[in-house]
C-alpha cells in the first residue's frame, strides 16, 4: 500500500535519489531541504512515515524528532532517522529521542524498503499489504478482498479502510475523532457522525455473514474490533 513519506535531507544528490527510490516502491515522497519546511509540510498534513537525516542546517534532524514527539497531533508518526554516523552512542541517542530505527548511510534502496516496511508494519500495519485474520474474517489488502467465515463481504472503500484500521488495531477503544483522522486524514473536515454512517454500513455488510458483532460500539468512547 503507498505510504505517504517526508523526506527531510539537505544534500539535494541524496534526497532526489531516496524520493525516487520511494517512488519506485510505491510510495508518496514528500520532501523538506531542513526542518523548518518539514514542520510546515507536517503542519498541513501527517505524513505516514518520516525519514530524517541527522545532519541538517539551522535546527537538526534529532531536535526535530523531539519536537515531533512533543505535539500530542504528531508523535505517533514513525520516524526513521538517516545518518552518516554509525557511532553506537550516536544510534542510542536517536533511539531515545523516540525514532523508530535508524539508518546508516551509504544504504540500499533495497536496505531502507525493508526498514520502512518493518517500522510501517510494527507502527501503521493498515499501511502495509499484509493478510489480516481475525475471528472468522480474513481481509486482503493486497486483492482488496474480505470474506467472513470464507463467504465473500462486499465493501465500499471507506467501510474497507475502517474495518482494515479497526482489524490491525483490534481490542482498543478508537474515538469517532481517531477514526476521522486516520480514515479521512487529520485536516479534512467531516462531521463525527460520518464515522457512525460508515459503522453502520459496515455492520449491514458483515451481517450475512453473521460476523457484525466483532464491530463494538463503546458507548460514550467510540468502537473497538473485538474477536475475543
Ligand atoms: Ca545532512
Do not use: C
Amino acid at each position: 500500500m503507498a505510504a505517504t513519506i517526508l523526506v527531510v535531507e539537505d544534500e539535494p544528490a541524496i534526497q532526489e535519489l531516496i524520493a525516487y527510490n520511494l517512488k519506485q516502491a510505491g510510495h508518496q515522497p514528500l520532501r523538506a531541504d531542513n526542518a523548518e519546511q518539514a514542520l510546515i509540510l507536517v503542519a498541513n498534513a501527517l505524513p505516514d512515515l518520516v525519514l530524517l537525516d541527522w545532519m541538517l542546517p539551522g535546527l537538526s534532524g534529532i531536535e526535530l524528532a523531539r519536537r515531533l514527539r512533543a505535539d500530542k497531533r504528531t508523535r505517533a508518526i514513525p520516524i526513521i532517522m538517516l545518518t552518516a554516523r554509525s557511532d553506537e552512542q550516536d544510534k542510542l541517542q536517536g533511539l531515545e529521542t523516540g525514532a523508530d530505527d535508524y539508518i546508516t548511510k551509504p544504504f540500499s534502496p533495497r536496505e531502507l524498503n525493508a526498514r520502512i516496511k518493518a517500522v510501517l508494519r510494527r507502527r501503521a500495519p493498515e499501511m502495509t499489504d499484509d493478510m489480516v485474520q481475525l475471528g472468522g474474517l480474513k481481509l486482503d489488502p493486497a486483492s482488496h478482498r474480505v470474506t467472513g467465515n470464507g463467504e465473500p463481504v462486499d465493501l465500499g472503500p471507506t467501510e474497507f479502510r475502517l474495518l482494515h484500521f479497526l482489524m490491525t488495531h483490534a481490542e482498543r477503544v478508537h474515538s469517532r475523532t481517531q477514526l476521522l483522522d486516520q480514515i479521512w486524514g487529520d485536516h479534512v473536515f467531516v462531521e463525527e457522525r460520518t464515522v457512525d454512517v460508515h459503522i453502520r454500513r459496515l455492520r449491514k455488510a458483515l451481517e450475512p455473514t453473521e460476523l457484525d458483532a466483532l464491530v463494538q460500539t463503546v458507548r460514550g468512547t467510540g468502537y473497538r474490533f473485538s474477536a475475543s
